[in-house]
């Protein structure tokens, strides 16, 4: 099957990371070339080795990591990717984006890639409504960055509210459109 596009997948610290897997596993029936990116506290809620498995690539777990084939992931990542999905964006993953800090290799990965970002929020309703959330949001907004979600559903938290990310396969049919160029 030939690559029918270039995904970016960066994963945040929130319990909705294993949704990510699934997505990842989609992409890759799709078509998609898929490399995933991951925040340290991404990796205590799903392994490396889970999205490695996925995609047949090395996830990125560092700011500093040099592949087996001597290229530098946040740099050669950055430059093939199409669409860039960070999901699920945690309150802190947002800050970070909107103030541009890079301290790990997802939000690094954000500041270098040139294609279109998608953020797919994921958090509890109190978070989500604060004003210190939203006006990163709007920060992110303004710059042009694409949201998707978050929706009202069932929270970790163990009752329903907004905050809760859309489901992999809404994520998946936006990528794909991003990185067309049609959506």
């Not at 990796?43 to 996830?59: I, M, Q, S």
């Not at 290229?71 to 999901?87: G, K, L, N, T």
């Not at 279109?116 to 109190?126: E, I, K, Q, R, T």
């Not at 604060?130 to 992110?140: D, K, P, T």
């Amino acid at each position: 099957m030939a690559v029918s596009v270039r995904v970016l997948l960066g994963v945040g610290g929130g319990i909705a990371a294993y949704k990510i897997a699934y997505l990842a596993s989609r992409l890759v029936q799709q078509g998609a070339a898929v490399r995933v990116a991951m925040t340290p506290r991404a990796t205590a809620f799903v392994g490396a080795v889970t999205f490695e498995g996925l995609t047949n690539r090395p996830v990125i777990l560092s700011s500093t990591q040099v592949d087996p084939d001597g290229r530098v992931p946040h740099i050669d990542a950055a430059r093939e990717a199409q669409v860039f999905v960070v999901a699920p964006a945690t309150a802190d993953l947002l800050a970070k984006l909107a103030l541009g800090v890079a301290d790990d290799p997802v939000s690094l990965l954000a500041i270098t890639c040139r294609c279109p970002l998608l953020v797919c929020p994921a958090m509890n309703d109190a978070m989500w409504t604060s004003a210190a959330v939203q006006a990163n949001c709007a920060e992110l907004r303004r710059r042009g960055v694409q949201f998707l979600g978050p929706v009202e559903g069932h929270l970790a938290e163990g009752y329903d509210a907004i905050g809760r990310m859309v489901e992999p396969d809404a994520i998946l049919a936006r990528a794909l459109a991003l990185a067309a160029g049609s959506a």
